[in-house]
């Protein structure tokens, strides 16, 4: 695919994503990029700069990095970073052959598998965003699990116990389907020559009960680390206010009094189930109900760093919180 037929998609762009356009950049711009890098920028990205200084969507908050951001990135760090999502949750980088500025890669790193080379094609990586997104079937990180797959082998259903004990946490309290974890066993089967037959018995379990009985049958034990990642989930619930403040309180009045967390962990859950305790013993008041929830979401927010899709990078994480 050419950039000129990738730049019509986004032209006629009408799924599901939330896709927001830029205005053009300027010439200078460009030059400004290629100054405070060294570089000559690719065509394709000279083309599609000159269309749209970036792009956004509301899905996952994907953003085609502007150009003036990426200069303000050099500030910071080496890497020529066009893309992340959550605001810098990730990044995708730009690698362009000093010889040869049309010769470039765009490439993830992986905290597992270092860095993980998507493409050496512009319009291909736009493609499969607006395939797939993200995190959806076709999308960003399945292309990379995809070439992962290739490369390294079939997963060990063993080295993701955490991560199964945050999809059952997640589905006894109503926050996960059963889909999302059959979509997540379904991708591996699919990106995997030979996977593990543990992954097909969770893509066969016909309910919930079923597939939390297979989760099971892998004796996990609920640590710190997943604990703190099944409050990253609860965080994405809460960003999107997709889960009550009378859902929140009550997992927090379940963990309150867990000493794996930290002091001022449980104190700050206490805080937030007093104040619960007294709207309720008082006047209904919509307006305080709204700040606690505001107050809850705030402290969640610190809980977003565990990802599922990088369980690996999870103790590192715990470490840093």
Same mark, same amino acid.
């Given at each position: 695919m050419s950039i000129t037929k990738a730049i019509q998609l986004l032209k006629t762009y009408k799924g599901p994503l939330g896709l927001t356009l830029h205005g053009s950049a300027s010439e200078k711009l460009i030059i400004e990029v290629e100054k405070a890098y060294g570089i000559t920028l690719p065509e394709d990205f000279k083309t599609l700069y000159r269309f749209t200084d970036?792009?956004?969507?509301?899905?996952?908050?994907?953003?085609?990095?502007?150009?003036?951001e990426i200069i303000d990135n050099r500030k910071e760090q080496h890497h020529l970073w066009i893309a992340e999502y959550m605001i810098y949750?990730?990044?995708?980088?730009?690698?362009?052959?000093?010889?040869?500025?049309?010769?470039?890669?765009?490439s993830i790193?992986?905290?597992?598998?270092?860095?993980?080379?998507?493409?050496h094609s512009l319009p291909e990586f736009i493609e499969r965003l607006l395939k797939g997104g993200v995190?959806?079937?076709?999308? *960003?990180? &399945?292309?990379?699990? #995809?070439?992962?797959?290739? @490369?390294?082998?079939?997963?060990?259903? /063993?080295?993701?116990?955490? %991560?199964?004990?945050?999809?059952?946490?997640?589905?006894?309290?109503?926050l996960m389907t059963k889909q999302r974890v059959i979509q997540e066993a379904d991708w591996i089967i699919s990106t995997e020559s030979e996977p593990d037959h543990f992954f097909i018995e969770?893509? *066969?379990? &016909?309910?919930?009960? #079923?597939?939390?009985?297979? @989760?099971?049958?892998?004796?996990?034990? /609920?640590?710190?680390?997943? %604990?703190?990642?099944?409050?990253g989930e609860t965080s994405l619930k809460l960003l999107i206010d997709d889960i009550t403040l009378d859902h929140v309180i009550a997992i927090l009045d379940d963990?309150?009094?867990?000493?794996?967390?930290?002091?001022?962990?449980?104190?700050?859950?206490f805080e937030f189930i007093v104040e619960s305790d007294y709207l309720y013993d008082i006047k209904p008041d919509a307006k305080a109900k709204k700040q606690?929830?505001?107050?809850?979401?705030?402290?969640?927010?610190?809980?977003?760093?565990?990802?599922?899709?990088?369980?690996?990078?999870?103790?590192?994480?715990?470490t840093q919180l």
């Open positions: 970036g792009f956004e969507t509301v899905e996952d908050m994907f953003n085609m990095i502007p150009l003036n949750s990730d990044m995708w980088e730009l690698e362009i052959n000093p010889g040869i500025a049309d010769k470039y890669s765009i790193d992986d905290y597992h598998k270092g860095k993980i080379v998507l493409t995190f959806g079937l076709g999308g *960003l990180y &399945r292309w990379r699990d #995809e070439i992962k797959a290739q @490369l390294y082998g079939n997963t060990n259903p /063993d080295e993701m116990k955490p %991560v199964f004990w945050v999809y059952r946490e997640c589905m006894r309290r109503g969770l893509s *066969l379990s &016909r309910d919930v009960n #079923e597939l939390i009985t297979i @989760l099971s049958s892998k004796y996990l034990t /609920d640590d710190i680390v997943s %604990v703190r990642a099944f409050f963990y309150s009094h867990d000493e794996r967390f930290t002091a001022f962990e449980r104190n700050k859950m606690l929830y505001e107050e809850v979401k705030t402290f969640f927010e610190n809980y977003r760093v565990f990802k599922l899709f990088d369980y690996q990078k999870w103790d590192t994480v715990n």
